[in-house]
């Protein structure tokens, strides 16, 4: 069994975020010491990882407890777990389209400050987000 | 008028209700187009719809559905779609 810091400096993540995710329900202690202190087991280790692991994949918190209901049902099948995957890469992919959109809205108001030494009174770009005529992105 | 549902292979419940509603979207419709398309094949074309959850479907390239319609919400979304049409 390990305290809380231990727990924290096997995982790489900070005491305030195993309290935090205790508080979110995403894991809990496998039992408390005498002194009453928190104590984890291997499985809190792997919970820690799975979290971590699927935060970099994308996956808020509140999807991360459902994977892991998932994880720990019998009916549950990789099928359910892909279908979840799936509709993060759909999200993903539209927040990138729409983040190009941005992209290109920003190189328009960039080739349109050709003068670069000009007062800010008379920048262009300025000019344009407050006349807000830029293309706005697609969400 | 084409409908397209959006699924992802493993999608238990597209299988399920897919020749139900494909059935009741061809009564509703003459020469009523029904595609199929995986989303991970369309991604991008998905992604210009707006399709953000699964399975979806769309009519004549507008999102529509987001989750499983019942039968009878697809009935009425055509039969709707339809009337605007004629």
């Known amino acids: 069994m390990f305290t809380i810091g231990k727990l924290a400096s096997l ?19 496998a039992g408390k ?13 792997r919970r820690i990882r799975f979290i971590k692991h699927a935060q970099n994949c994308g996956f808020t918190l ?3 407890r459902d994977l892991l209901v998932l994880r720990a049902r019998d009916k549950a099948c990789c099928g359910d777990v892909r ?3 799936v509709e993060k890469k759909l999200q993903i992919e539209s927040k990138i389209r729409a983040m190009k959109a ?8 960039i080739a349109d400050c050709a003068n670069e030494t000009q007062p800010v009174n008379e920048c262009t770009i300025i000019a344009a987000l407050e006349r807000a005529t830029v293309a706005t992105p697609v969400q | ?42 991604l991008d074309y998905a992604v210009e719809l707006g399709v953000l959850t699964l399975p979806s479907i769309a009519v ?5 559905f987001t989750s499983m319609p019942t039968v009878a919400q697809l009935r009425e979304a055509l039969m709707k779609r339809s009337r605007k049409s004629t």
């Open chain 2, 1 to 42: 008028m084409k409908v397209e549902m959006f699924y992802t292979p493993g999608c238990s419940e597209c299988i399920t209700a897919n020749a139900e509603l494909r059935t009741a979207a061809q009564e509703v419709v003459k020469n009523l187009e029904w595609r199929d398309l995986n989303v991970l094949d369309d």
């Open chain 1, 62 to 64: 509140a999807e991360i």
């Open chain 1, 102 to 109: 941005m992209s290109k809205a920003l190189d328009q108001l």
């Open chain 2, 60 to 64: 004549d390239g507008e999102l529509v």
């Open chain 1, 33 to 45: 010491s005498p002194a009453g202190y928190r104590l984890y087991d291997k499985d809190s280790a």
């Open chain 1, 11 to 29: 995982t790489s993540v900070s005491n305030d975020t195993l309290r935090y995710y205790e508080h979110e329900g995403l894991v809990e202690p």
């Open chain 1, 83 to 85: 279908a979840r995957a």
